[in-house]
């Protein structure tokens, strides 16, 4: 039954396919605690309400004897990190440059699931990342890959990158052996962090992770973090780019996860001057459309300030009267890296009238410097 659930599962473009027990990952439990109790999951509360689902996947769904995990390569065709030093350009995560994986993962697995139903029986639930389930411990446990020191997956034929998606069911099928770690004394992947948001391998504090600060964080971004953000403005792929068991894997072809050539290497000047209709159809059917057009443009002015180039201040300046605090608030840092004579200018008349805590706070530290 494993070898037709694999065989009929690569037909709808999946590349791994593994299964698991329920109870194949006794430990999770107690590392998600552990990390919510340090605290590094910053402002994702949804990690803490729901933690017991997360860290037992037979208490998300009792019934199920069997999860099969799989997973689809999305591996990108030229380097990754080369747009880092375009810096007059915004850099998308590899992921979220085409179309929104949680949608075409999920649609195949509902053909996987009904296949599963229509020659097996059972009953299926399926699951792509924004349920409560700890995908990547499951993938190890499926035989997928590793957990590496990055704490993302890493396969020994897909590197480290692989989406993934859950089905679980009531049937019982024969569980996979998991994967082993090779990642060996290499420390790659902790080493390029800009940030520094591994306190140790195999830990991750979200707090200070480019991709948890430009996609989940909804205010203002630490000012000594900003400067190392670079010209990330929405993800970022350092410590899953560097891994050296990339080197074993294609390219992704799926068609429909191939990255949009305006999402590849977009101006910052143009992303700048985004409104709300143009913000909501450039990202149509992208998970960046999610974090709305208001962090996005705090991410992009953080970009814009890092840039080193005062071309691209007139664009900062102009947001300074955007309506949201939060673009505000980020328009003054940039501006103020950029042109800091025009940003004094400015605050004659701009600081007086501002009411809103957070950018009075960027005023006065902007002025300061």
């Known amino acids: 039954m494993k070898a037709a659930i694999e065989a009929f599962a690569r037909t709808q473009g999946f590349d791994a396919v593994g299964v698991a027990r329920p109870n194949a990952i006794p430990l999770a439990a107690e590392r998600l605690r552990a990390f919510l109790d340090a605290g590094a999951h910053g402002d994702m509360a949804w ?38 030093k375009d810096r007059m350009r915004g850099g998308i995560s590899v992921y979220a440059r085409g179309d929104d994986y949680h949608d075409v ?41 590793w957990q590496g020191k ?39 992947c902790l080493d390029v962090c800009p940030t520094a948001a591994f306190p140790a391998p195999y830990r991750l504090d979200a707090r200070r992770c ?11 971004i630490d000012r000594a973090l900003r400067p190392l953000i670079g010209n990330r403005i929405y993800g970022c792929d350092d410590c899953l780019a ?31 001057q985004l409104d709300e209709a143009e913000f909501r159809t450039l990202f149509a059917k992208s998970p960046v459309k999610r974090t709305g057009r208001v962090r996005f443009l705090r991410n992009v002015l953080i970009a814009i300030g890092n840039s080193g180039d005062a071309a691209l201040a007139p664009e900062a300046e102009r947001l300074l009267d955007d309506s949201s605090p ?14 800091r004579s025009r940003l004094v200018d400015r605050a004659k008349t701009l600081r007086a009238v501002e009411l809103d805590v957070d950018v009075c706070t960027e005023w006065t530290a902007a002025l300061a410097e």
């Not at 999920?106 to 699951?127: C, H, P, Y």
């Not at 890493?154 to 679980?168: D, M, N």
């Open 47 to 84: 990690m803490e309400t729901k933690a017991a689902w997360r860290g037992d996947p037979a208490a998300l769904w009792p019934q199920a004897r069997s999860i099969v995990m799989l997973g689809i390569n999305y591996g990108p065709e030229l380097d990754p990190l080369a747009i880092l």
């Open 150 to 188: 990055h704490t993302n997956l890493v396969s020994r034929e897909f590197g480290s990158w692989l989406f993934l998606g859950a089905i679980f069911t009531t049937l019982d099928l024969p569980p996979d052996a998991p994967e082993s770690d090779h990642c060996g004394a290499c420390r790659a």
């Open 210 to 220: 480019i991709s948890y600060l430009t996609i989940e964080h909804k205010g203002p």
């Open 242 to 272: 560097v891994c050296p068991w990339n080197k074993f894997a294609k390219a992704g072809r799926q068609t429909k996860l191939a990255a949009r050539e305006a999402l590849r290497a977009p101006q910052l000047a143009e992303l700048a």
């Open 105 to 145: 993962v999920k649609s195949r697995l509902k053909a996987v699931g009904r296949w599963l139903i229509d020659t097996a029986g059972g009953e299926i639930k399926v699951f792509v990342d924004t349920a409560p389930v700890m995908e990547k411990p499951l993938a190890a446990a499926a035989g997928l890959g």
């Open 326 to 339: 939060l673009i505000r608030g980020a328009a003054i840092w940039a501006l103020g890296r950029l042109a």
